[in-house]
């Protein structure tokens, strides 16, 4: 495959290159050949690995940092107007270029499968691309989390298929018109920028309407919202609709996932034939996305059965139920839910790989918008640990908004008779669970913020001899 940037993207300058998507997109230009450059607001993993790829990172935005010949400014929905950088873009009359609109740009050409849904994504996605490289097809592909380290959430591959992630928090997955889009599931998030499920069907209508003529819908067969989904566009001309999941009426169907630990075995039924395979993470939800993954390579003519095989090489992508480490008999894993139903699948998947021990967590909500909306939910989520911890709101990209605090989680876990606990900030996290853990416990940091970053803290302050014996 020919090493080619988008029209006008030889040159690009990235604001926020270290985010998951900004990253993987510049990535790939880097491993194409082309000069970029970018800025963040720190230093990581993630940047370093730009730098090794020849790019250009600033730490901190300035318009200075802007090179005099860049050929665009890529952005996210996260740059704010006043950006130093976008504003020197502006005045020297720059092209400036969504996030979206440059990811689009690089599967041209390419058979591409975008994998959407209000979660699951990432993991679908790192599914898709560790299987077919396993298969020796070298996808390119764009992923919102790391499969083996830092900078390795992208690649560019000699192969003809291109796997991506599709995000709809910001409608932009509407840029894309893939060969192959897989629908996990249709809830109601990113209050932001969505103000009831009715817009929410309304974008992803117009996602499946972008699948390229004569294409496929890979879609759940269970999840309630996923179904009305389909109910809209399976009329479609031009559309193959591939259902999945336990229902008896599905095209792709689950006849069995048994669990064994960390990992699960998943027998399916797919075209008369009945397929096991081992899916290397824990949980049912993800023998759902390893399905969607099968249902999806074998729609872009890839062999079933040698699928079904390759997708039990995938081990993981971090901060999806990704071991940290143990000490003193205690598991610690990290684990990005922060949606309701994303917190319930991990506790019940915690749960199953646990079932001597306790379920301990450390929870962060994640953006003010969320808590308001899905604090109740979140709180219930939470009733299914043995305890838990929960951190003040994560903000990210987002303002206060009044009196919308962590309270509302834990008042909500109250009413469910749920043990919790507020704590004021992450310093105070690892005294707190070397007071409650003991051995065979599991503890599980939540959240799609820093909290992550206390996983290491709490194990080093349990090797130092916390923890209830």
Do not use: W
């Amino acid at each position: 495959m020919a090493a080619a940037a988008p029209s006008g993207m030889d040159k690009p300058h990235f604001i926020g290159i270290g985010g998951a998507g900004m990253s993987g997109i510049a990535t790939i230009l880097a491993q194409r050949g082309m000069r970029v450059s970018g800025s963040d607001a720190k230093e990581s993993g993630t940047v370093a690995a730009l730098r090794e790829l020849g790019a250009t990172v600033h730490v901190g935005h300035a318009a200075g940092h802007l090179a005099p010949d860049a050929s665009c400014v890529v952005v996210s929905s996260a740059i704010r107007s006043d950006n130093p950088e976008l504003a020197a873009a502006a005045q020297r009359g720059i092209p400036v270029v969504h996030r979206s609109d440059a990811l689009a740009g690089l599967m041209t050409g390419l058979r591409t499968i975008a994998v959407a849904g209000t979660h699951g994504k990432t993991t679908t996605t790192s599914m898709l691309a560790v299987s077919l490289r396993s298969l020796g097809l070298d996808p390119s592909y764009a992923i919102g989390g790391d499969l083996d380290g830092p900078g390795s959430n992208a690649h560019h591959g000699s192969g003809e298929i291109f796997v991506a992630e599709a995000d709809e928090s910001d409608r932009s997955f509407h840029a894309y018109s893939p060969e192959v889009a897989i629908v996990l599931n249709v809830e109601l998030d990113h209050h932001a920028n969505y103000a009831s499920m009715d817009e929410i069907y309304a974008s992803f209508e117009t996602f499946a309407a972008k699948i390229r003529p004569g294409g496929t819908l890979v879609i759940s067969a269970d999840h309630d919202g996923a179904r009305e989904l389909t109910r809209r566009v399976r009329d479609a001309a031009n559309l193959t609709v591939v259902t999945y999941g336990e229902s008896p009426h599905a095209d792709v169907r689950i006849l069995d996932v048994t669990a064994h630990g960390l990992t699960s075995e998943v027998t399916v039924r797919l075209a008369g034939q009945e397929l096991t395979f081992t899916v290397s993470v824990p949980g049912r939800h993800y023998a759902h996305n390893a399905v969607a993954a099968l249902a999806a390579g074998v729609a872009a003519d890839v062999p079933a059965a040698a699928l079904a095989t390759a997708l039990g090489t995938y081990t993981g992508v971090g901060r999806r139920l990704q071991l940290v480490g143990e000490q003193a008999g205690v598991q610690v894993i990290d684990s990005y839910a922060h949606h309701p139903s994303e917190m319930t699948a991990d506790l019940e998947a915690m749960r199953a790989a646990a079932p001597a021990g306790r379920v301990l967590v450390v929870f962060q909500p994640h953006l003010f918008s969320r808590t308001q909306e899905l604090g109740a939910e979140m709180g219930a989520a939470l009733a299914l640990a043995d305890a838990a911890l929960v951190l003040p709101v994560y903000p990210a990209r987002e303002d206060p908004i009044p009196g919308v605090t962590s309270a509302l989680v834990t008042d909500a876990a109250r009413t469910h008779r749920a043990d919790v606990t507020p704590v004021a900030g992450m310093a105070a996290v690892p005294d707190a669970v070397a007071g409650m853990a003991r051995p065979g416990d599991l503890v599980l940091t939540m959240g799609a913020g820093d909290v992550t970053e206390a996983g290491p803290k709490i194990l080093a302050r349990l090797g130092e001899g916390g923890g209830e014996h």
